[in-house]
């Protein structure tokens, strides 16, 4: 039995736990487990493959079980369930992904393993990218939590739910950084922040992959996508990327290598080309840095018809040759093209691709497979009974609504209209998702069910009974007038006490391929809300979104918002928890929510230029700001209110001194000033004044979530050691300088909370 329970303390230390893993023994005890032993007998087995049989052990197809899997794109394939079924006889397919279920892994599996010559057995993977049939909030609402712990646990729930159901391998997690939120695919990660980004990285993977692969709740992770996808230039999916080195290790790559040291056995190279060379060819990024520089011992899969895309790059002139471009640069797999059975025993028999290199990917490829003990009982994920009494059980359902109303942010809250009374009032559900099973899961969803999932209705209709009085209106379409619904959804509104407004993104409108030129609301939503806010009426913004959003007008003017992202299965109940009180708002935003759309790219860690404006209230000419708004966000990176009022004093020292190979203490109290309990993320933060590569004006560096009761304080202490002030210096190698350094301990990265400052010495 999967056991999700998360002790209280697990639950308020958060971050500082993982933290303190990440700088102890246990996290090099972790790395040894993503080593690759060979066993004996593989060495033999290549020994008596064909180069066609090579070619494929490293060709991954999409299963055709029951058609094409709808969340894919197309590929060009027409080969039908039969087909497949007898590639596999002839040793043609390592494995599929996104099949579904454990009766066509054991016909494929009984392919395999007893109607071909070699008996090798399939690896079958697929997208669980936040839950299988249990479906939990998107990645990034659960690195609003900001408990990694807490994600850990829910990567446990799905691999636990997915493996019953054959699956040996997923395609997560994905940890690039998004600091430019028109990117779909912002949803599937941990944010803006490198320091988040790091630990709930490591957190999944752990979650994923547990104590040992060859346990038939376990999957093996893949960190996605190598490198810098969430640089495409303007935020647009696909795109160029084209960074500085010394930009991709302070901040795209670390996310990868923390993945890696938590045991993370393969990779996914990205689309993207990164300065002029596409990731899937690029020998530097998977060889020199992955391989030699970093001791990656995994193997690297390309994305969806990646190797084919370099053709249309400009990078390869036709099949073969993206083929042999793939393939030298470091992509041990092809997903989908089928270029590598195509052509890789024809490159091999030519001489252009070593046997020797062909040779070393097809055994890591089935070292792995043992490791995930394949070759002991390749049935041993495939079984039918248990795929059905892991299917969205009581306990997994219970883990799901635990993280989603942790994933909620108040971004505001006026006059302390929310919490709600749980009766007394008529309350107006007013939106295109007030109702229906619809919208809920979230992107990037491949086997969960919007059906079965709770929408916002079902879920203040259960926490207030039969009696509540409640009038739902949908007032408009996500991206279309509605005929008659504004003057509907008014007449609601008047009608009630308190509205919400249940506004914001569809699942289509987030996620890969969902750029969007402008982050706002869209203009019908946009529209329903200002004729319902000048009813008068106390409005509640629920917004829900896969990315940080540029509110405007009424939305940004209401006197309560709510980010509630894509919350999965049980979204309705864990919201109508945060509304009426059940639990007090913890959430803080993984990434900053801009003044207005034409911010984007922003993040809270930019450099402060040569012309910094002094301050929010006043913008002076020839500083660094736009025509009418500050270099700022709106709500910015960490910011998240509770129920409480929270107040932050007394940070010690006023001054200090850090020796170069000791450490140094801040401590503060933080008091709940407020009448109902509260839980308060306490983060600290940096700036090194001056050094030789120019610093960011603030970066994360630690944090802990408190559980303050009414009038409670808790006095918190972060450690600093010379080893966290590194940076990436002129020769491109982590270093440090002595010299004067801000800390500050606050509520969010604009925060002032309290602050002090300290000298590093030589």
Known sequence: MLDTRISRRAALMGAGAVAAWLSSPARALMAQAASVEVPGFIDAL????????????????????????????????NANFEQQVEEVRKGLLTGVFNGSGTNMCRIMQTAAVKESRLKIPLIFAADIIHGHRTIFPVPVAEAASFEPALAEKTAKAASWEAAAAGIDWTFAPMVDIARDQRWGRTMEGAGEDVHLGNLFAAARVRGFQGASLKATDTMMACAKHFAAYGAAEAGLDYNTVDVSERTLREVYFPPFQSAFDAGALSAMASFNELSGIPATGNEWLMRKVLRDEWGYQGFVVSDYTGDMEMIAHGFAADAREATKLAFMAGVDMSMTSGFYRDHLPDLVEKGEVPMERLDASVRKVLAIKAKLGLFEDPFRRIDEKREAARSRNKTTLALSREMARKSIVLLKNEGDVLPLRKGGQKIAIIGP?????????????????????????????????????????????????????????????????????????SERMSGEAQSRTSITVPEPQQALAEAVAATGKPVIVILKNGRALALEGAVKNAPAILVTWFLGSESGNAIADVLFGAY???????????????????????????????GDDKLEEYKTHYRSIPNSALYPFGHGLTYGRIEYAGLTPQQGSLAWDGEIAFTATITNRGSRAAEEVVQLYIRDRAASITRPVRELKAFRKLALAPGASETVRFVLKRSQLEFIGRDLKPTVEPGLFDVWIAPSAQAEGVHSTFTLTA
Request: net charge negative.
């Open 46 to 77: 290549v020994a008596k493959m064909t180069l066609a049989e090579k070619a494929g052990q490293l060709s991954l197809m999409a299963s055709t079980w029951g058609g094409s899997t709808a969340i894919n794109p197309a590929s060009g394939s």
């Open 584 to 614: 007090s708002p913890s959430g803080r935003l993984p990434m900053s929510f801009p003044r207005e759309p034409g911010q984007q790219p922003f993040y809270y860690a930019h450099k402060p230029t040569g012309r910094p404006n002094p």
């Open 433 to 505: 998702f007030a109702a229906g099973q619809h919208d809920l899961n979230g992107p990037w969803c491949v086997y969960g069910d919007n059906k079965l999932a709770i929408d916002l209705e079902t879920g203040v209709r259960n926490a207030l009974g039969k009696s509540a009085d409640i009038t739902v209106v949908e007032g408009s379409e996500v991206e279309a007038p509605l005929p008659g619904g504004i003057e509907a959804a008014v007449a609601a509104a008047r009608n009630a006490d308190v509205v919400l407004l249940a506004i914001g993104e």
